[in-house]
Every structure is written in C-alpha cells, then in structure tokens.
C-alpha cells in the first residue's frame, strides 16, 4: 500500500466500512428496541457500542490516510496528563475487572467479564500507544506495541 492508487483504494474502502458500521448501529437499535429481554437489549447494547467503535477506529484511520495529526504539538501537554489519568484509572480498574471474573463460574457471567476485561486490556495498550507514538507517517517499527507481529 505504497502508490497513490492503493492509498485512495484503501480511503475509500474505510469510508465502507464506516458505513457499513453505522448501518449496523442503525439495525442493532431497532432489534434493540424490539427485543422483549433486558438481557438480550444490554447484550445487544454492547454490541452496538463496539460498532459505534469500530467506527471511530475507521475515522482515525482515515486520519492517518490523510496525513492529518491526531496529537499537535501545541495540545500535547494538557492532552498527555489527561492521558496519564486515564491510564492510571484504566489499569486500577483492568485489575478489579480481573477480581470480578475470577469470582464466579457461572458461564453467562463469565463470558461477560471476560468480555470487558479483554476490551480493558486493548484500552491499555492503545493509550500506552497514543503516549508515547506520533500518529502522522510514523516507520513501521515503532508501532510494535500495537501490531505484535513486530515484536
Ligand atoms: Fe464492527
Ligand atoms: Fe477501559
């Protein structure tokens, strides 16, 4: 995915996927709306919400295509100290999410902390990520953190 080309093939097939996203949103809310179980409405909630990320992780992909900046230079300070709070509260609560799943061994309720603390595991790496990489064209290897095939 060097030439321009490929570059504005890739654009346009992240613009697809946003869409495609939000049409699940969409479908997601109406099944949501007609679901008669409070279970099955979180469950599906849950979903949604990961859709509406999936989403956002497109946008900042099409970010990056663009060559744009995601932390400036002038922010990066305030950004970064919000940043380290909200890593700091995100491995303290990584931590009691584990507490939580090893308290039971009911399979339902199992799957659904195991659910939370695998996306609390990501949470960490990707802020650890925006802490110390820079977004616009940074080299491959620097991102070995986040794609583990480099490691
Ligand atoms: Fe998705
Ligand atoms: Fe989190």
Redesign the pocket.
């Given at each position: 995915m060097t030439n321009e080309n490929s570059i504005d093939e890739l654009k346009a097939m992240v613009g697809r996927l946003i869409k495609i996203e939000e049409e699940v949103v969409d479908l997601t809310e109406k099944t949501i709306n007609q679901a008669e179980s409070v279970t099955v409405k979180y469950l599906l909630k849950a979903i949604q919400h990961d859709s509406r990320k999936h989403a956002d992780f497109g946008r900042a992909a099409l970010e990056i295509l663009e060559f744009k900046k995601i932390v400036g230079p002038q922010e990066r300070k305030e950004v970064w100290e919000l940043l380290k709070k909200h890593d700091d509260m995100?491995k303290r609560?990584r931590e009691f999410v584990a507490e939580i799943r090893s308290l039971t061994k009911t399979p339902a309720l199992k799957y659904i902390f195991e659910q939370i603390w695998a996306?609390?595991k990501k949470?960490h790496a990707i802020l650890e990520t925006l802490m110390t990489k820079r977004f616009e064209k940074d080299p491959v290897a620097q991102w070995g953190a986040l794609l583990n095939y480099y490691d």
């Open positions: 995100e609560h996306d609390e949470h």
